[in-house]
């Protein structure tokens, strides 16, 4: 009962663990609960990625009689209990019956997002007794509720990963912009009080000395109107369709009849006169 109420607790023991780490602990687990020779375990199905593999005993490639056993190969003698297939490895020799080697059993897993193939071998004549083979099913068991776990919590990472990297995107392109349009509108906040504090000199001096606003042409009206909303001399041409140097001697025209230097006392000109 003592092993089997470890087994049932590994999930929690292997939250914020990696696959590679909760298959290379399901092996650790079962190799020495088991008393174990050898274990191998292969898992497929992770978001299309590579087969994910661990075996014991550590080492550069794993034990190959379990790798044949999870292909299908090299299988002798098996015997099925519960899903699990157990198959006797004997030595080469004259029949009837060469020595036995080790005893080894497979077990196949059907997830939710793929397959896993575990296989473990121990030189013992009797393996797996009916509690070997309880606490392997469990132990496989516990490890496959602990991967499914750890893939969902790794899908929900990287989706929140994404749109963090999305809004960093966004934040940036508002920065930009921000910084590109700030200077602008700068001035053109300046301009506008620059404006208000001419008209208001403008209507002190004309209730002091009223003046009739001067005969403008149409063009000149239009060009005034124009030059008050903030618009370039390039702007205003192609407004008007006509060239740049054209707007150029309307400006000066008008800057003349009405008494002015500055685009700025032009802009309050019109809006004391309500021409903008």
């Known amino acids: 009962m003592r092993d089997l109420g470890a087994l049932l607790a590994l999930p929690s023991l292997w939250v914020d663990h990696t696959p590679p780490e909760i298959a290379d602990g399901l092996l650790s687990v079962v190799t020495g609960m088991l008393r174990l020779d050898a274990a191998y375990a292969r898992f497929h199905g992770f978001d299309g990625g590579p087969a994910l593999e661990s075996w ?45 080697l080790a005893r080894m059993t497979t077990l196949a897993l059907t997830l939710p997002w793929g397959t896993g193939l575990i296989a473990v071998s121990a030189a013992r004549p009797d393996f ?14 516990q490890a496959a509720i602990a991967l499914h776990t750890a893939r969902r919590l790794a899908a929900e990472q990287n989706a929140r990963r994404e749109a963090e990297q999305a809004l960093e995107r966004q934040s940036r392109v508002l920065r930009s912009l921000v910084e590109e349009v700030g200077p602008v ?36 009206l239009e060009v005034l109107g124009l030059l008050a909303q903030g618009l370039s001399n390039k702007e205003m041409a192609a407004v008007m369709w006509l060239s740049d140097r054209t707007v150029e001697r309307h400006i000066t025209g ?23």
């Not at 999870?70 to 030595?91: C, H, L, N, Q």
């Not at 009916?130 to 068991?141: D, K, M, Q, S």
């Not at 008008?254 to 903008?276: D, W």
């Open 254 to 276: 008008l800057y003349r009849k009405i008494g002015v230097a500055r685009r700025s006392e032009a802009t309050a000109y019109a809006l004391r006169h309500g021409i903008a």
């Open 185 to 220: 509108l700068g001035a053109a906040s300046r301009r506008i009080e620059e404006a208000s504090r001419e008209v208001a000199r403008d209507a002190a001096r004309e209730a002091a000395h009223p003046v009739d606003a001067p005969n403008l042409t149409r063009r000149e």
């Open 56 to 100: 014991r005993p550590t080492g550069a490639e794993p034990p190959g009689q379990l790798v044949r056993a999870v292909d299908g190969t090299g299988a002798e003698a098996p015997a099925i209990d519960s899903g699990i297939e157990t198959t006797a490895v004997r030595a080469g020799g004259s029949p009837p019956e060469p020595p036995l």
């Open 128 to 141: 797996p007794t009916e509690r070997e083979t309880h606490l392997l099913r469990v132990a496989v068991g």
